[in-house]
T-cell receptor, first 109, second 115 residues
Framework: DAKTTQPPSMDCAEGRAANLPCNHSTISGNEYVYWYRQIHSQGPQYIIH???NNETNEMASLIITEDRKSSTLILPHATLRDTAVYYC??????????FGSGTQLTVLP | GAGVSQTPSNKVTEKGKYVELRCDPI?????LYWYRQSLGQGPEFLIYFQGTGAADDSGLPNDRFFAVRPEGSVSTLKIQRTERGDSAVYLCASARGGLETDTQYFGPGTRLTVL
């Protein structure tokens, strides 16, 4: 009973933008969209989160559709160090994170 | 500043033995979480502490698993009578704890192998 759907894998050329999609068609009005990533053999790392509006920080941008049923994480200039598993999570609270299988992003030289 | 640290980084034990895994959170963080991650899967929530008390232990799989945080800082995850199915990476995270949206900062994990 997954709350989010992500492609299992994606490739991106180094220096190009990486656009990672996430479907969350059953999202509730009080649920945020969180993105974490996990580089091999490390713990997950917070990237960004949003409720309704698009958000941007030093790592990435988060675009949430108007109906909130899907979102896209954008890494504007992907580097080899961005190769990781990216998790999209919907939750009313950062205290209740349920990780799915995520998307394995491979940045190619 | 120092991040979340976990010890040991690797633990190999035999089926039936008792193990303790330690987590040192970021100084001043009142919230602490334990997760378990099996190969190829995302982390699975086990337990959440706010201060010294377990605010949510709904993810603990059975009564062989127990966690403590007696002084509201360091936490220990204890597993009794280990089984081969307990083999996984055990992750700890901490957060400032004051807000629902406080970011969780994860440690590198302890890889537990039960032979």
């Amino acid at each position: 009973d997954a709350k989010t759907t992500q492609p299992p894998s994606m490739d991106c050329a180094e220096g190009r933008a990486a656009n990672l999609p996430c479907n969350h068609s059953t999202i509730s009005g009080n649920e945020y969209v969180y993105w974490y990533r996990q580089i091999h053999s490390q713990g997950p790392q917070y990237i960004i989160h949003g409720l309704k509006n698009n958000e941007t920080n030093e790592m990435a941008s988060l675009i949430i559709t108007e109906d909130r049923k899907s979102s896209t994480l954008i890494l504007p200039h992907a580097t080899l160090r961005d190769t990781a598993v990216y998790y999209c999570i919907v939750s009313p609270s950062a205290r209740q994170l349920t990780f799915g299988s995520g998307t394995q992003l491979t940045v190619l030289p | 500043g120092a991040g979340v640290s976990q010890t040991p980084s690797n633990k190999v034990t035999e089926k039936g033995k008792y193990v303790e895994l330690r987590c040192d959170p970021i100084s001043g963080h009142t919230a602490l979480y334990w997760y378990r991650q099996s190969l190829g899967q995302g982390p699975e929530f086990l337990i959440y502490f706010q201060g010294t008390g377990a605010a949510d232990d709904s993810g603990l799989p059975n009564d062989r698993f127990f966690a403590v945080r007696p002084e509201g800082s360091v936490s220990t995850l204890k597993i009794q009578r280990t089984e081969r199915g307990d083999s996984a990476v055990y992750l700890c995270a901490s957060a400032r704890g004051g807000l629902e949206t406080d970011t969780q900062y994860f440690g590198p994990g302890t890889r537990l192998t039960v032979l």
